[in-house]
């Protein structure tokens, strides 16, 4: 009888010490961070922003759209209400009359970047 009880003791022991962590638990770290891309003879324009505190992050991005339009996105997120998102557009939808091929870029020679 005295063998059982020192196995169970040992068993649960071990149950306990190979538990994992919670690794949400380990104290987020605020942060912020920022970019911006904007390419006028690509037409490429973009940008990303968000600051967080540790429990809470704000936020926006924003893009240029094919059909002309800016589209912008502001959020807030927290563990107890989600996710929430404030979506704008700035100017009018264009759409071409005419369509054609696609507008491509020939690489320049060199081999390598510039």
Do not use: C, W
């Amino acid at each position: 009888m005295i063998k059982v009880a020192t196995l169970l003791v040992v068993v649960v022991v071990s149950a306990t010490l190979a538990k994992p962590s919670d690794p949400y638990k380990s104290g987020a770290i605020p942060y912020h961070f920022a970019y911006g891309v904007k390419d006028d003879y690509a037409g490429t324009d973009f940008g990303h922003s968000e600051n967080s505190d540790g429990s809470n992050v704000k936020g926006s991005y924003n893009v240029q759209l094919p059909d002309g339009r800016k589209q912008t996105v502001e959020y807030v997120a927290d563990h107890h209400k989600g996710f929430q998102a404030n979506v704008n557009y700035k100017g009018q939808a264009q759409y071409p009359h005419e369509y054609g091929p696609a507008v491509t870029f020939k690489p320049s020679g060199g081999g390598g970047y510039h």
